[in-house]
Structure formats: C-alpha cells, structure tokens
C-alpha cells in the first residue's frame, strides 16, 4: 500500500487505524489452556479503559448499528462492552487486591456464559471410526423397518 515515493496512501492509513477487538493482554496464554485454574486467571490483567471506551463507542456508530440491522434484523446490544468499560473503571477505583477479585468474578462468569452455549460437539457426534463410504449413518433407510417411500409417512 505504498507508491513508489515510499509514502502511506489513504487506503493503508485507514486500514491501520481502524479499532482492534477487545484486547485482555492475555496473549502469552495459548488457546488450548482455556481450562485454567480461577487462581491464575487475573494474574496478567491490566484494563485499558481507553481501548473499552473506543470499542463500545465504535459499537453504538450509527454505521456499525445499520450494518447489524442489515445482517441480523435487529439494532445490536452493546451491553458487553460497556460491562468492560464499566469494569476498567470499577477496577482503577479499587485497591489492587480488589480490582482482582472483580476481574476473578467477572472471568469466570464470562467462562460460564461462554461454556453454557452452544457449539460444535453439541451438534456433532464423535466418529470413533473413519469412514469408508461403505458404512452406513445412523440416518440412512437400510437401518429403518419401512423403506417404501410411499407409506414412509
């Protein structure tokens, strides 16, 4: 995105500006340790209020709003976001001790509600062994008592 007097276009100074997701600065925890302890979930947690602010401030943009409308039907809640504001700044007014206690209770609800819904293997039923094309499913009519498709109903 550069020309050839080396100087940024417009195109790559909006690009780079735009706001990034919700950061915890949790990043040096991979995502296959989501299993951890409540003990250590607050212990590398700093809360940006500013990066909170923007996020829920870009959420209530009227562009933001429509495009939800749009894809969905429905005006977008930015109830999460401003939970995230509110507890950055709940936590810059708390001792340390504190602040991290709220942040402990805030994650593991933010867990519980994260593992209450639903997913994948809700959905799916683990294969205990690959298929070969000749097997048959669970669903197919060779396992079914009536195979006529005129009294099937």
């Not at 340790?33 to 829920?56: G, V």
């Not at 340390?96 to 994260?114: N, P, V, Y």
Request: aromatic residues 10%; glycine residues 4%.
């Amino acid at each position: 995105m550069e020309d050839t007097t080396g100087s940024r276009t417009a195109a790559a100074h909006i690009a780079e500006d735009t706001i990034p997701s919700f950061d915890w600065e949790d990043t040096t925890r991979s995502a296959s340790s989501s299993s951890t302890s409540s003990s250590d979930l607050s212990e590398d947690f700093t809360c940006k209020a500013s990066l909170a602010f923007d996020q829920w401030f870009a959420c209530l943009t009227v562009g933001k709003q429509l495009s939800n409308y749009y894809r969905y039907g429905e005006k977008r809640g930015c109830g999460k976001h401003w939970s995230k504001l509110s507890l950055c700044m709940k936590m810059k007014l708390r001792s340390e001790e504190s602040g991290k206690d709220l942040m402990r209770a805030f994650r593991e609800k933010e867990q519980a509600e994260r593992d209450a819904r639903p997913n994948v293997l809700d959905v799916w039923t683990l294969r205990t062994t690959p298929w070969d094309g000749r097997q048959s499913d669970d669903h197919s009519p060779d396992q079914t008592e009536n195979t006529d498709p005129a009294t099937a109903f």
